[in-house]
């Protein structure tokens, strides 16, 4: 007997825009470290960063991937197959597309200024097609791949819909028995352990190019279904809730162990397995433990939450191209790469908070990532205010 769905996860929209939020953090300074590749390289540098970029990376898109599982899931189980498609297509692919076509060239072109120092230099770069020998979706590759997921999710519906019901049940009670199992991190570990181990870099790979890579989509595959499947025991949700802190702060400790050891211990030999093992068991304690947290604290509506979720999409589509933007005009900013980075961030979501506000919110555009156009006064930020 299926479980009743709500209207609206609440604790789940917040923790994937909260993970969205979080990319634009990693990014701001990943602009300003010397061991990550970047279009705009600063004059002002810092290895400071690279802890703190180890240490997002090796959650963020994972925790990700399983919300986009399980509210895939629950799409599909309420507006059927049909809908379901339309709304990724609408959602996911014509965004994808748009972007690849306006901004990916935008950020080119800034990085060719940078480069060049003419706006000129910059043109010819672009409409030289010299660029097309370095195309690459930069940040929204997250949106193919998620756009991969769903055709294996698909085939996966075809292929699992001819087993017998019987074996279904069975496939999943085993799921369900684990899941309430205190060591339930561990099975899940080991199928990204296992991914893990085809990476030639001890962490989460992103792709080079647009062309996929099966060891990449296998990698972020294993939180994708991980949530699907969570969402057919949803009804034992609670568990994370229960054991939120405990995972939280197992997570949280092999995470930081996962950093030190990386940036203390030589990446040959006998540390290849020391890495990815510890990486995997961090990753999936923290998936646990984090989408327990805010099962736990974030579940009820909040006015001001549901404001920032609608408005996650859209910032962080559009977040790159203005920090690249940010970082040409501070480019010879005589302050510290610790200091100029977080005056980016700021100075990034400070524009375009208003800009979804008022250009998008109550738009075409507006409907296309949200769903549906709202009026341009920010009331629900005025409700939490009062």
């Known amino acids: 007997m299926s479980q009743p769905v709500p209207s609206r996860y609440h604790a789940l929209d917040s923790l994937r825009a909260s993970m969205m939020f979080l990319g634009i953090v990693l990014h701001a ?20 960063f690279d802890p703190a970029i180890l240490f997002i990376h090796a959650f963020r898109m994972p925790v990700f991937y399983a919300m986009a599982g399980f509210l895939t899931a629950l799409l599909l189980e309420r507006y059927g197959w049909r809908r379901a498609v339309v709304n990724r297509f609408w959602r996911i692919a014509v965004p994808f597309v748009l972007g690849c076509l306006l901004l990916v060239p935008l950020m080119f072109f800034l990085a060719a200024f940078a480069k060049t120092g003419t706006a000129e230099g910059a043109w010819v770069f672009l409409f030289s097609g010299r660029f097309l020998s370095m195309a690459h979706p930069i940040h929204l590759w997250f949106l193919e791949y998620l756009l991969l997921l769903y055709a294996v999710a698909a085939v996966l519906l075809v292929l699992t819909s001819l087993l017998p019901g019987q074996l279904r049940r069975a496939g999943l009670a085993l799921f369900r028995y684990g899941f309430q199992a205190v060591w339930a ?44 499947l969570l969402y057919q025991a949803r009804d034992l949700m609670d568990v994370l809730n229960r054991r939120a802190w405990f995972y939280g702060l197992l997570g949280l400790f092999l995470c930081v162990a996962y950093v030190v050891l990386l940036l203390s211990l030589p990446r040959t030999g006998a540390t290849f397995h020391l890495f990815r093992a510890v990486l995997a068991l961090a990753m999936w304690c923290l998936i646990f433990g984090i989408t327990g947290l805010f099962l736990r604290y974030f579940s009820g509506h909040s006015p001001l939450w549901r404001y920032l979720c609608d408005s996650s999409y859209f910032i962080y589509l559009a977040h790159l191209p203005m920090i690249l933007l940010l970082q040409l005009v501070t480019f010879h900013v005589p302050l510290p790469a610790v200091i ?33 156009r709202y009026p341009v006064a920010i009331r629900p930020v005025a409700a939490v205010a009062t």
């Open 29 to 48: 300074m990943v602009g300003y470290a010397y061991n990550s590749p970047w279009l705009i390289r600063p004059l002002e540098r810092t290895s400071w």
């Open 185 to 228: 991190p561990l099975p899940m570990a080991l199928l990204s352990y296992a991914a893990l181990l085809q990476s030639p870099w001890p962490g989460l790979q992103d792709p080079p190019s647009f062309a996929p890579v099966p060891i990449i989509l296998f990698a972020y595959a294993v939180p994708f279904f991980f949530g699907w």
């Open 340 to 372: 100029l980075a977080p005056l980016v961030l700021v100075a990034t979501v400070a524009v375009l908070l208003p800009v979804y506000a008022f250009a998008v919110r109550p738009t075409f555009v507006g409907a296309l990532l949200n769903g549906r």
